[in-house]
């Protein structure tokens, strides 16, 4: 691997931690990050080697914030949005699965709160887990769209061409 490749990768994963660290630390109403926008899209900028650096921006980000008993469940569902952007074709693809995104890490976090034991173990307690989910749905589902059409704004902005062309030539 030459020094550009290097310092590009890590110029990502810092860029990432960066943006993490700041949607995750400043003060905004739960559920309003681009964090599943950014576990979405990075992989169609950077390709799916892009993966384990956002899993690992999570990690040390949480490693400030605090590790919690659901860092499978957050994580996992994260590198499967990750896995799903490959599978898109197009502006419209891109936006529907980043809702299908928000409907995954709705499923599988929350799951995983139920599994907790903290509503117990019951079916009416799986219900009643995901019901009083729903208000922080509503933020996720906002902003994760609202980053993903700022993230197609990048895609389609002078910037991002040069940064296509910086990738090619280090590739």
Do not use: Q
């Amino acid at each position: 691997m030459n020094i550009h490749k290097t310092s590009y990768y890590t110029l990502i994963l810092i860029s990432s931690i960066c943006v993490l660290f700041l949607f995750r630390f400043l003060p905004h109403p739960p559920n309003f990050t681009p964090v599943l926008a950014m576990a979405f899209y990075l992989p169609i900028l950077f390709g799916l080697w892009s993966i384990p650096f956002i899993i690992l921006a999570f990690g040390i980000t949480d490693y400030f914030i605090g590790f919690h008993s659901l860092l499978l469940w957050t994580w996992g569902s994260l590198a499967l949005i990750s896995l799903i952007s490959k599978f898109s074709k197009n502006i419209s693809s891109r936006l529907f699965l980043c809702f299908i995104g928000t409907i995954i890490f709705f499923i599988i976090s929350n799951f995983g709160v139920w599994l907790s034991g903290f509503y117990g173990y019951t079916l009416e307690s799986l219900f009643l887990c995901y019901t009083l989910a729903i208000p922080f749905y509503t933020n996720t589902i906002i902003s994760t769209l609202l980053f993903a059409t700022l993230f197609e704004l990048f895609m389609y902005s002078k910037y991002f061409s040069y940064l296509c062309i910086y990738k090619n030539k280090i590739n």
